[in-house]
């Protein structure tokens, strides 16, 4: 399997590109970055289409920044038929739009998280969150990041306070931060807390609050490489699917 990795200089880029030399059955054939480096086995473009050979995925983990790199990897998969696994969070509205878009027209895996145990915690969210709810458990959700992440709450956050509000058709209110509130917490909300410092690679507590009584779910990145396995898994999900807006919770759901 050929890849194209984006962003594969970076810490999550880095990662992938490890695993994948040590899978005999993938190769990195370019990179998407800052070219200034030399010892790579693979060459590194500034821009996707710089790239004229073969592929069959591209894995992107471009900082949300990126803004006109991420658009020109949607215009690529589109026009050459290339599978997108996009990883990158905290993208501007008008990425979101193009991402849609897109996605008529070639096979794009997209979610806030790579891992495949917050994916699956994300499933069973969805099933126990109304029961927990019905018995009057308040819902919060608390991330902890390392001091260098851009975008706050987490991606990670807002996929499983989704998958939760998904399951009461989406009456659920999110709330970021309560120190302008000055009033009692109201029955249907989700509070979403962030916590940025040191190396923290990811942490996500979904808390359900009842009365004399608390249920906790946390799910513990302790290496990066967690999400690196699954977006590998995602690129190989998508060989041979037709265009559409995959998660995944699709590829959960064929385990």
């Keep these: 399997m050929k890849l194209i990795v ?15 030399a040590e899978n005999p059955d993938m190769e990195v054939v370019a990179g998407v ?15 996707i289409n710089e790239f004229s050979g073969e592929a069959d995925a591209i894995i992107d983990f471009l900082p949300p920044t990126a803004v006109d790199a991420t658009l020109a ?10 599978p997108l ?7 501007p509205p008008e990425v979101e739009i193009a991402i849609a878009k897109a996605a008529e027209k070639a096979a794009i895996l997209r979610s806030g998280n790579m891992s ?11 099933r126990i969150s109304p029961l927990l709810h019905e018995s009057g458990f308040d819902i919060e959700i608390v991330e902890k990041h390392h001091n260098k992440k851009l975008d706050s709450p987490s991606g990670t956050a807002l996929l499983l306070a989704d998958a939760i509000n998904s399951a009461f058709d989406e009456k659920m209110q999110y709330v970021y931060d309560r120190s302008k509130i000055h009033e009692k917490r109201s029955a249907n ?12 690679v990811g942490e996500h507590s979904v808390i359900f609050a009842g009365h004399n009584e608390v249920i906790e779910f946390t799910h513990s990145a ?22 559409g807006l995959y998660t995944m919770q699709d590829l959960t759901d064929n385990l």
């Design 6 to 20: 984006c962003g594969c200089r970076g810490r999550m880029g880095e990662v992938v590109c490890r695993l994948v």
């Design 33 to 47: 970055d800052i070219p200034d480096a030399e010892g790579f086995p693979y060459p590194i473009f500034r821009g």
């Design 73 to 82: 990897i949607l215009e690529y998969s589109v026009s050459r038929q290339v």
């Design 85 to 91: 696994v996009l990883c990158t969070t905290g993208l």
């Design 116 to 126: 495949m145990g917050i994916n699956l915690l994300s499933a069973l969210l969805k």
């Design 189 to 200: 909300e989700i509070g979403i807390q962030a916590i940025r410092g040191g190396t923290i």
């Design 222 to 243: 302790q290496s990066r490489e967690v999400f690196a396995v699954g977006a590998l898994k995602a690129a190989e999900f998508l060989r041979g699917k037709p265009p």
